[in-house]
């Protein structure tokens, strides 16, 4: 019996660019957004600049190619000597939901701010994101924070 590849979780790669774009706008289209192709390009540069203060991307990788990413952030907090980091996308293909992935690819977001001395990691959902929420219930704290916003 052939065992099947577990999933693994790495940064991204510049040769991610087709999966990446087609995981990320099954992101995109879940919260029903919808952005320029200027922007994919835009947002994929700039995890695979090296940059210090610059987004980073893990994606989780499966025997049959990609099926998750996570685009992370370390700045600067009024309230903490530290940096801290801002998880900011998190997807895993519909179908391998429910497998661990989501946790895996908080994980290494957790491992990646442990490393870099930052001691906080927060996210955001939608109040509705019943699915998501069970797992992040499980690993992360809710705070009574809400969000405001000007576009």
Same mark, same amino acid.
């Given at each position: 019996?052939?065992?099947? $590849?577990?999933?693994?979780?790495?940064?991204?790669?510049?040769?991610? +660019?087709?999966? +990446?774009?087609?995981?990320?706008?099954?992101?995109?289209?879940?919260?029903?957004?919808?952005?320029?192709?200027?922007?994919?390009?835009?947002?994929?540069?700039?995890?695979?600049?090296?940059?210090?203060?610059?987004?980073? &991307?893990?994606?989780?990788?499966?025997?049959? &190619?990609?099926? &998750?990413?996570?685009?992370?952030?370390?700045?600067?907090?009024?309230? $903490?000597?530290?940096? !801290?980091?801002?998880?900011?996308?998190? *997807?895993?293909?519909?179908? !391998?939901?429910?497998?661990?992935?989501?946790? $895996?690819?908080?994980?290494?977001?957790?491992?990646?701010?442990?490393?870099? &001395?930052?001691?906080? !990691?927060?996210?955001?959902?939608?109040?509705?994101?019943?699915?998501?929420?069970?797992? *992040?219930?499980?690993?992360?704290?809710?705070?009574?924070?809400? $969000?405001?916003?000007?576009?």
């Amino acid at each position: 019996m052939v065992q099947a $590849k577990p999933i693994s979780i790495r940064p991204l790669q510049a040769s991610d +660019w087709p999966e +990446w774009h087609r995981l990320w706008t099954g992101y995109l289209d879940f919260y029903e957004t919808v952005l320029p192709e200027a922007t994919y390009v835009r947002t994929f540069e700039r995890m695979l600049s090296g940059q210090p203060n610059e987004y980073s &991307g893990l994606v989780a990788e499966g025997q049959d &190619g990609l099926v &998750g990413l996570t685009h992370y952030l370390f700045h600067r907090h009024g309230w $903490k000597a530290e940096n !801290v980091c801002y998880l900011q996308d998190l *997807y895993a293909d519909p179908s !391998v939901r429910g497998s661990g992935v989501g946790r $895996k690819l908080i994980e290494a977001v957790y491992a990646a701010a442990d490393a870099a &001395g930052a001691p906080a !990691v927060y996210w955001m959902t939608q109040e509705n994101n019943a699915t998501a929420r069970q797992l *992040y219930d499980r690993i992360a704290t809710l705070t009574p924070f809400l $969000k405001y916003s000007r576009f």
